[in-house]
């Protein structure tokens, strides 16, 4: 529930849906993705005689059931499924237990391997620059994986779990392994450039704040809280507490954060005029903007060095 201080930040916290089943550790619930069709995909991990499924919601009501969604192909094995992203209208599927990353449909099946990875993926996020993947690989580093070429580069050693990109400061942010803290790196050099210092709880999964919450890091903890961190003074503010085991966390197209807890995913929705983000964009191939040739665009995002390609999206109507 919120505390005190989250009700006052104009926050609202709901059921988005419930009745999932755990592996036993109190991990159920780990990736959202939001596919181009129908409602939200919930990827669910197996053990202790359950398989592992990712469900498909029919919509984004508030207050749903495990029952009334769709089960996609039940994927055998613990760690069969992970963290959800997407390019585009592509979604995309960390499984850490297979060593690789697939294509997922958008009802939650799977499809073609994309990435054998050096180890166990566990987390995705988009650089809504480039249309690339950085994945945390469990104790094997952050990877740059680019799906349009199936190829990858080792952006860090440092071993992360929840991942969140700000590409307005190029800053790509994960929280440690050891579940101590928050840190930021540099993500074209792979530099660390952030960190949170210690966060109760065992932080995981990630999110930044925009609009009326911008300057704002939030993360889901195993602990059963939401601890939100000022990213100039490190001040930390417990916004939710009393839920059980979180884990990865979302955002959908509406800025509305997923939370996921041991067996119910909960949606925190910002005051006016904040929200959760930062928001994916198209892959460069499909956009289009008014006095700008998609050739010139694609130039533009995908040649320059991460440092210069904001400004080069912003000023892209010069072009």
């Not at 999932?20 to 939200?40: A, E, Q, Y």
């Not at 966390?249 to 807890?261: E, I």
Request: aromatic content about 8%; hydrophobic content about 35%; charged content about 10%.
């Amino acid at each position: 529930m919120l505390t005190p201080a989250g009700t006052a930040e104009g926050l609202s916290l709901n059921v988005f849906a419930d009745g999932f089943t755990n592996r036993g550790d109190g991990l159920g619930p780990i990736g959202v993705g939001f596919p181009s069709t129908g409602g939200p995909l919930v990827s669910v991990e197996g053990g202790s005689g359950n398989p592992s499924i990712v469900y498909q919601f029919p919509n984004y009501n508030l207050g749903q059931h495990t029952s009334g969604a769709t089960t996609s192909t039940i994927y055998a094995g613990d760690n069969s499924v992970g963290g959800i992203a997407s390019v585009g209208s592509q979604l995309y599927m960390a499984q850490a237990s297979q060593n690789q990353v697939i294509k997922l449909n958008n009802n939650g099946s799977p499809g073609t391997v994309v990435w054998p990875a050096p180890g166990n993926p566990v987390a995705l996020v988009t650089d809504t620059l480039t249309g690339h993947l950085f994945v945390s690989v469990y104790l094997d580093g952050i990877w740059d994986f680019n799906p349009g070429t199936g190829t990858a580069m080792e952006l860090s050693t440092q071993n992360v779990d929840g991942l969140t990109f700000d590409p307005a400061h190029n800053v790509l942010y994960g929280a440690t392994a050891d579940a101590t803290r928050v840190i930021g790196l540099d993500a074209t050099t792979g530099t660390q450039v952030f960190d949170s210092g210690f966060i109760p709880g065992r932080p995981d999964g990630t999110a930044l704040g925009f609009g009326s919450l911008a300057g704002k890091l939030f993360a889901n903890t195993n602990g059963g809280t939401v601890v939100q961190v000022d990213l100039s003074t490190l001040a930390q503010t417990t916004i939710a507490d009393n839920g059980s085991r979180g884990d990865l966390v979302a955002v959908d197209s509406l800025g509305r954060l997923y939370l996921t807890q041991t067996d119910s995913v909960w949606r925190l929705e910002g005051p006016a005029g904040g929200g959760f983000g930062p928001q994916p964009i198209p892959e460069p191939s499909t956009l289009t903007l008014v006095g700008i040739g998609l050739a010139g665009l694609s130039a533009c995002v995908w040649q320059q060095r991460r440092k210069k390609r904001l400004p080069c999206l912003l000023n892209a109507g010069k072009l």
